[in-house]
């Protein structure tokens, strides 16, 4: 499995030399993200996807189901997914006035990132960056996604060589756009109501044996909420993690909704919630927080806003496309 050692903004290389089909040699990007169910009929495969091919209990399937219904049914991470591919394709043709392919593979659901990968090679492409639509580095996220698509790779004789962006919670560009965000939201919440304010950075829970194995991805979720906090000027802030799951073993905490309760019962009234481990809206979003979190602080009497998501803003768009270009001028 690719490792997090780099190149410039953390590029890995990983490169299938034996020979292939002649190409055109464009350019291309293999964008990556976790996947949601479309519809409520595929919610049941894309869990049992989840699970490592292993079908959820009934309780467990409702309970998600019922998630689903809160937002309205599906989550729009596949529509966001698409149109942060097109903007970016349309970006990077823009500054570069050359030809390039943006091709987009999920973890969980269709379209897999194995059939892009497959795609990238059928179409003769011999330069691509992956990146995965998340910015911390975890063995258990975004390794899994670099070693999928290097075991595509290795199947099939290929000229592709896909290099991936194996974190980006530091480039200078999305700490910058959350910073704004943040300053934004802060802005608006003095104005509207008196009181303490709490900035808390958040990103998904993974299980806790991953400190055993000197994953980083702890660590860089302070190292992202401590830069964005340098450069918003912000003088109370923490982290917490959310959306952690019911497998059994304890993962990483303190949890959200935690945080916000002992702040609470210290006289803290307004939380802002960032959360920067993640780039789109999608149910860990639109439920955990809007839903989930919003019930809590209603329940304490307090204000808990967010920073909107990244989505497929141009701001955020440009910062996409500069960890790109830095993947490609990495290349041999």
Known sequence: MTSNKAFDRNVAASTVTAPGPPGSGAK????????????????????????????????????????????GGSSPLPEITRSQANALQRELQRREGAAWRVVVGMKHSSPFLEDAVGQLMEAGVTSAVGLVMAPHFSTMSVGEYVE??????????S?????????????P??????????????????????GQTLVIFTAHSLPTRLREMG????????ETAAAVARQAGLSNWTTAWQSVAKTGEPWLGPELLDVVREAAAGGTTNFVVSACGFTADHLE?????????????????????RTPMP????????????????GIAASP
Not at 42 to 60: F, K, N, V, W
Not at 148 to 157: K, S
Not at 159 to 171: A, E, K
């Open 28 to 71: 291309a990007v293999l964008l990556m993200a976790y996947g949601s169910p479309r519809t409520r009929a595929e919610i049941l495969p894309y869990y049992t996807h989840m699970r490592r091919g292993r079908p959820p209990s009934p309780e467990a399937l409702a309970e998600l189901e019922r998630r689903y219904d809160a937002i």
């Open 148 to 157: 999928r698509a290097e075991n595509t790779l290795a199947q099939r004789p």
């Open 159 to 171: 000229r592709l060589s896909l290099r991936f962006v194996t974190d980006w919670h530091l480039d």
């Open 173 to 194: 560009g999305y700490v910058g756009w959350l910073a704004e965000r943040v300053r934004e939201l802060l802005a608006v919440t003095t104005e509207a109501r008196s």
């Open 215 to 222: 994953d980083p991805y702890p660590d860089q979720l302070v």
């Open 285 to 305: 979003i639109l439920y955990d927080l809007d839903v989930e979190a919003q019930a809590e602080a209603a329940r304490l009497g307090v204000r808990l806003v």
């Open 311 to 326: 989505n497929a803003r141009a701001d955020f768009v440009a910062v996409l496309a500069d960890l790109v270009q830095a």
